[in-house]
């Protein structure tokens, strides 16, 4: 079992930026590929970002493409969200996911694991 705890979240004016963080904790943080997703009322869940055990790989949503950055950091097991120029329609539950093998997650079906998620508002 793993357990991920999602940080980071607020209220930020378009524009502006935030980092989220995501702090993992139980069974071995090795090898587990890492995600974000979000979330916004009356939609559907969708992938963000994704970024490979050793961090060589990383693959974006085009809707963020060029203004998010994901990062991770093994030895503190802990994964980044850095959002840049953010828009009003970024707004939206933002979770963290895990999965244990393979190269990137980027569908809900394949997550094995969420966090419990931490709201961004961007307002314009």
């Known amino acids: 079992q793993v357990q991920l705890v999602e940080s980071g979240g607020g209220l930020v004016q378009a524009g502006g930026s935030l980092r989220l963080s995501c702090a993992a904790s139980?069974?071995?943080?090795?090898?587990?590929?890492m995600g974000w997703f979000r979330q916004a009322p009356g939609t559907e869940r969708e992938f963000v970002a994704t970024?490979?055990?050793?961090?060589?790989?990383?693959y974006y949503a085009d809707s963020v493409k060029g203004r998010f950055t994901i990062s991770r950091t093994n030895a503190k097991n802990t994964v980044y969200l850095q959002m840049n120029s953010l828009k009003p329609d970024d707004t939206a539950v933002y979770y963290c996911?895990?999965?244990?093998?393979?190269?990137?997650?980027?569908?809900?079906?394949?997550?094995?694991?969420w966090g419990q998620g931490t709201q961004v508002t961007v307002s314009s």
């Open positions: 970024i490979s055990w050793g961090g060589e790989s990383t």
């Open positions: 996911a895990a999965t244990l093998g393979g190269t990137v997650v980027s569908a809900v079906k394949d997550v094995d694991y």
């Open positions: 139980g069974r071995t943080f090795r090898g587990y590929v």
